[in-house]
């Protein structure tokens, strides 16, 4: 028989998740956490565990385990949280961890990111300066995300555009190109703005200008005739 009355301790505790961004998670992602006993002498016997306030999947034995759980909307945003409930085989109680060792945390965001506002002008000088295009004039698409975003994808007149200014994980682009004879079929110069945020949640596809005092580009590719 040998007597133990040493609660146990964890050495290793870190959280994961299967999304792209591995910093954060999403509505549908796998949420991970691994755990360790300080001393392989301290094996650990069923452990409760929760993560973002509920019952987590747990497995392993001995002194290595590990717990899953996949978001659901309506989890509460922000850092993840964890509680680890877990004994000795002796049935002394450690603890209770709700804190990392190592590594970093993981923040859930299930919020969809939206654009304001979402505005399109010419370098045309004619006035009205910024409202008219013929063949040669760039076309420039300005947006402002109410979060920090993925770097978007952005077509103007059907065409790939060029991201001019904003980095991946900011939340202020332009985007531009210039017009060539072949690319508008109609008045008004149409553009596309897709884009997700630093989760992954997808934003619906902008297709109209937000908050754009001008309301548009007009295309006009014929010369006058008298």
């Known amino acids: 028989v040998t007597y133990d009355r040493q609660a146990p301790t964890l050495s290793a505790v870190t959280i994961s998740t299967n999304n792209t961004n ?25 452990p409760t565990v929760t993560i973002l306030t ?23 945003e922000g850092t993840v949280p964890f509680t680890i409930d877990f004994f000795d085989y002796a049935g002394n109680a450690g603890t209770q961890v709700d804190a990392i060792v190592s590594g970093s945390g993981v923040i859930f965001d299930e919020t969809v990111p939206t654009l304001t506002p979402a505005s399109i002008t010419s370098d045309n000088t004619n006035a009205p300066a910024g409202t008219l295009a ?18 978007p994808t952005i077509t103007i007149a059907g065409n790939a555009a060029t991201i001019a200014t904003g980095a991946n994980g900011e939340s202020v682009y332009t985007a531009t190109y210039p017009m060539a004879i072949t690319d508008a079929t109609a008045d008004e110069i149409a553009f596309t ?4 945020d ?21 295309w006009d590719e014929d010369p006058p005739v008298f």
């Not at 509920?54 to 509460?76: F, H, L, Q």
């Not at 703005?193 to 997700?196: A, H, I, K, M, R």
């Open 134 to 151: 013929m063949v040669g004039d760039d076309i420039t698409i300005s947006i402002v995300a109410d979060n920090n975003i993925q770097t």
């Open 193 to 196: 703005v897709d884009f997700l």
């Open 22 to 46: 591995t910093a954060y998670a999403k509505e549908g992602s796998i949420i991970t956490l691994a755990f360790t006993a300080a001393n392989t002498e301290n094996l650990l016997a069923d």
């Open 54 to 76: 509920k019952a987590a999947d747990v497995s392993g034995s001995g002194a290595s385990w590990t717990a899953t759980y996949i978001a659901v909307t309506g989890d509460a």
């Open 198 to 218: 630093l989760a992954g949640n997808a934003g619906a596809q902008v297709t109209v200008t937000e908050n754009d005092a001008d309301g548009g580009v007009s």
